[in-house]
């Protein structure tokens, strides 16, 4: 099966997050920081999941419970996960199911943030502790001076796009320009 990967717009729209356990405890993190307007159900929450920011109900999940979000994180039982797998479907919802690849319709990959960058990587949820690894090696990899370089790509593609320079010559421009940036740091050094 071959994964069309992507990141989401998450800010000020409704996700469900499924599960009041340390598996939920540790997806709601990430939900907030994209801006997500979470509601978490479960019949009992760790003390982790009741935030002011979060919505809570606490009871079993209902297939209502999909309607009218934008995205759904399976995080119960096996059992739990592919009812809300089912539900999220009927309603052409994406859902990550925890754990279960058979429930998902999308997966949650290793993701290192540095600098304004993001850099994700998944197995497509057959191997997710290979992701985990592969994620730790990622962030060792990656320049610390990381968040100049967004920067300097961002003006200049604001630039490039003002002066009309085609998107096929931008790239090694853009390859040029932080060669010399990063000739320039490490005279400084």
């Known amino acids: 099966m071959s994964l069309y990967p992507a990141f989401l717009k998450l800010a000020g729209r409704r996700v469900l997050l499924v599960g009041g356990g340390r598996v939920a405890t540790a997806k709601l993190p990430g939900l907030l920081e994209a801006g ?61 199911a925890v754990d279960d690849a058979e429930a998902a319709s999308a997966y949650l990959g290793g993701v290192v943030r540095r600098g304004g960058a993001t850099v994700a990587i998944s197995t497509g ?25 967004v920067t300097a790509a961002e003006q200049l593609r604001m630039r490039w796009r003002a002066e009309a320079v085609p998107v096929e010559a931008r790239r090694p421009l853009l390859l040029r320009a932080l060669g010399e940036l990063y000739a320039a740091r490490q005279g400084q050094a």
């Open 36 to 96: 997500a307007d979470v509601t978490v159900v479960a019949p009992t929450l760790a003390v982790e999941l009741e935030r002011a920011a979060v919505t809570h109900l606490r009871r079993a999940f209902q297939p209502a419970d999909v309607e009218g979000c934008w995205f759904v994180v399976a995080a119960a039982t096996p059992a739990v996960n592919r009812q809300v797998a089912l539900a999220a479907a009927s309603q052409r919802v994406f859902v990550n």
């Open 125 to 149: 949820g057959r191997a997710p502790a290979l992701a985990g690894l592969l994620r730790e090696a990622l962030e060792r990899l990656l320049p610390v001076e990381l968040a100049e370089w």
